[in-house]
């Protein structure tokens, strides 16, 4: 059983094109996260949800909308793509302490590679 | 500057080698740290998670924290060809905001 699937795992798609990545987790955890890893392999953190609540909001810009329609899932909206939102975009959820600090690490999904043309 | 440093390599040993991965950190909010490691293609897998300054082992591997020098290791003893990957050290901010921050990774390549 995977622990944080997301879906699809390759995305193809022309500039200014909509599309979704969907990611479910089965661990129970409380937190869900999306980052981003550009070329170079930097790991950047877009946005965190705990318990369905946006509590971490990067500067992203606003073609990229997060929705959690349940804690075990979390989605990534991105209108109008762009050349330069070529990625990989990764999933995690982790156990919050009740402070922000987990108790584990965070646990990521196998990414979805995101290919605008 | 960027909040965590990371050499980004490539490091390349023999097999059977120890190898020594570092990082080092600018901030004192940060007080969580892990080590990740991620093959190509895959997603990080955690290695180790730690909080307090000293050592940790797990099996081949040893994470070491010394916070007064905000600098971070992860060993790895007797390397293998399949401990060839990047390794991500990562570390939480005890403020606000609570985010994972990563460093840039570093590659491991063990020659067999």
């Known amino acids: 059983d995977t622990a944080v699937s997301q879906t699809p795992k390759y995305l193809v798609t022309q500039m200014g094109n909509d599309k979704s990545i969907k990611c479910e987790q089965n661990l129970g955890h409380d937190t869900m996260y999306w980052y981003k890893q550009d070329s170079k392999k930097f790991l950047k953190i877009m946005f965190s949800?705990?318990?369905?609540?946006?509590?971490i909001n990067e500067t992203v810009p606003n073609r990229f909308s997060p929705k959690s329609p349940d804690k075990a899932h979390l989605n990534l909206h991105i209108n109008s793509l762009e050349l330069g939102d070529s990625a990989v975009y990764f999933c995690a959820s982790s156990q919050d302490k009740g402070q922000g600090a987990p108790s584990y690490g965070y646990t990521f999904g196998s990414g979805t590679r995101l290919t605008v043309v | 500057q960027k909040e965590v440093e990371q050499d980004p390599g490539p490091l390349s040993v023999p097999e059977g080698a120890i190898v020594s991965l570092n990082c080092t950190y600018s901030?004192?909010?940060?007080?969580?740290f892990m080590w990740y490691r991620q093959y190509s293609r895959k997603g990080p897998e955690l290695l180790m998670y730690?909080?307090?300054?000293g050592n940790k082992e797990d099996g081949r591997f040893t994470a070491q924290v010394d916070k007064s020098s905000k600098y971070i290791s992860l060993f790895i003893r007797d390397s293998q060809p399949s401990d060839s990957a990047t390794y991500l050290c990562a570390m939480i901010r005890m403020d606000s905001s609570y985010k994972l921050i990563f460093g840039s990774g570093t590659r491991l390549l063990v020659r067999p």
């Open positions: 730690t909080y307090s300054s």
């Open positions: 949800y705990n318990n369905k609540e946006l509590i």
């Open positions: 901030n004192s909010a940060f007080q969580y």
